[in-house]
């Protein structure tokens, strides 16, 4: 009797562990894909506000860095505004016309607390929903893509970024035109990987490698990487591409939120394609 | 009360440590600095395991609501929690363990703290990269990970160690 007491005393805190063991799990799980709290993530208004504090101590580390990163983005701006165009036809002037409409807008934040090394690297951002930040907007650099919001509270929000396993961003390989998605295989935060493309094409090694803006998500053309090297894989008639990332993302700062305004758009006409019956059953 | 105060004042010091300081060295090479398995360690001897496990869980997720791991931290520790007293029944001396020490290096002697905490951040680190990778065909980059963090881990762990126990002992 004694023996059994002993047993079920060993047993209930074995219960009681793996109760809290499950719930850890579950959390970790459900979490990845997609956060059901915004209190268990670092958007949360205490570690937002405890990270702000120290991004405002650090920030100024890499300033000249931050600063010259600006200035380049404005000089390729510049170059292209109607003042620095030497008009060669007088006839045509520019009107405000109906053939361009607005179709991304742009909000600006700042990083605020980051990792590179873990498996997946997750970034937190000083803008929120009341900035108008939704969950699933992409995220990008003056130097490349950063990855697309995960989660949102009212100030802060989080980004699911590149360096993250499963984080499937549309790519092209241009100039050949190749498409593809952009993985990482958690190892070195300056290098990638895409799958997809088939082997029937040579890939030359420094291809730029682009959004293709297919999801809508990004616009067509933000600077990814280049292709640093390009394997067979055994048995299957495709690449293993392994890129270099244009943007260098330990010392990521300034970044934008991208928002698509025609998105609903392009979600609705593409919900009429019919199913795939093979994937549906 | 004296005990649950030092005990809370560690549990905030560990976990301040950990997410401000130990969280943002990041050497890349798979090592990850986590120091806060030694405030589970630091516990008295003589504490229910019911409240050193839901100690364990409660600072794993309030690290993890920092640094957006939603649960990994909370899993490990609370696997590390289960098994201190199995480890400390295994490494036990004749007479069993005195409740007045503490299971530091300087009461404890070097030799029983070496084997307890390095089997004990084993666990921890084992089961951190287990699940944080998940792949069987990556398992010697989890072992890499995990042998690389646990020299950094354990160095770091005896630097706190010297700094918070001469502070105590002090008194």
Redesign the interface.
């Known amino acids: 009797m004694r023996k059994f007491i002993a047993f079920f005393e060993r047993f209930r ?2 219960l ?2 793996a109760f ?2 499950i ?6 799980v459900t ?2 894909s997609f ?1 059901k709290f915004q ?4 958007a ?1 208004a205490i ?1 937002g506000q ?1 990270y702000t504090w ?1 991004h405002d101590l650090t920030k100024h580390f890499n300033l000249s860095d931050e600063n010259s990163k600006l200035q380049d983005e404005n000089i390729s701006l510049r170059s292209q505004l109607p003042q620095s165009l030497f008009k060669l036809n007088t006839q045509t002037i520019k009107i405000n016309d109906s053939v361009y409409r607005q179709q991304y807008e742009y909000l600006p934040g700042e990083v605020i607390n980051s ?6 690297n ?1 970034f ?1 951002l000083n803008i929120g929903e009341k900035h108008g930040v939704r969950i699933g907007m992409g995220v990008f650099s003056p130097c490349g893509v950063v990855g697309k919001i995960h989660s949102t509270s009212e100030h802060y929000s ?1 980004v699911k970024s590149v360096l993250t396993k499963d984080i499937d961003i549309d790519v092209r390989i241009e100039p050949i035109g190749l498409t593809g998605l952009l993985k990482w295989d ?4 300056t290098r990638g990987n895409i799958v997809g493309p088939s082997n029937d094409l040579k890939i030359p090694r420094g291809s730029k490698v682009i959004t293709s803006g297919e999801s809508g998500i990004f616009p067509k053309g933000l600077m990814v990487g280049t292709v640093d090297a390009v394997y067979a894989i055994e048995g299957e008639a495709l690449w293993d591409i392994v890129i270099t990332y244009s943007e260098e993302y ?1 010392t990521l700062q300034r970044i934008y939120v991208i928002k698509n305004l025609m998105l609903e758009e392009q979600q609705e006409i593409e919900k009429s394609i019919p199913e795939d019956k093979e994937e549906g059953k | 009360m004296n005990k649950v105060l030092k005990i809370s004042l560690r549990f905030f010091l560990f976990w301040i440590m950990q997410v401000l300081v130990f969280n943002q060295l990041e050497f890349g090479y798979g090592i990850h600095m986590m120091i806060y398995p030694l405030f589970i360690m630091l516990l008295p001897f003589d504490i229910g395991i019911f409240s050193l496990l839901l100690l364990g869980f409660g600072l794993g997720i309030l690290i993890d609501a920092f640094s957006d791991t939603f649960g990994l931290h909370a899993s490990s520790l609370l696997m590390m929690a289960y098994f201190r007293p199995i480890i400390f029944a295994f490494f036990s001396q004749r007479e069993g363990y005195d409740p007045l020490k503490e299971p530091s290096l300087f009461d404890m002697g070097t030799r029983w703290f070496v084997l307890v905490y390095g089997s004990l951040l084993l666990i921890h680190h084992f089961w951190f990269f287990l699940i944080e990778i998940f792949r069987i065909n990556e398992v010697l980059w989890i072992l890499q990970n995990t042998f690389v963090s646990i020299i950094f881990s354990f160095s770091a762990s005896i630097l706190i160690l010297t700094l918070i126990s001469k502070k105590f002992r002090s008194k």
Request: hydrophobic content about 45%; charged content about 15%; aromatic content about 18%.
């Open positions: 805190v074995f009681f562990f809290l063991q719930i850890a799990l579950s959390l970790y979490f990845l956060p209190f268990l993530t670092s949360n570690s405890l120290e990792t590179v090394t873990k498996r997946n997750y937190t989080i958690g190892r070195n935060p330990r």
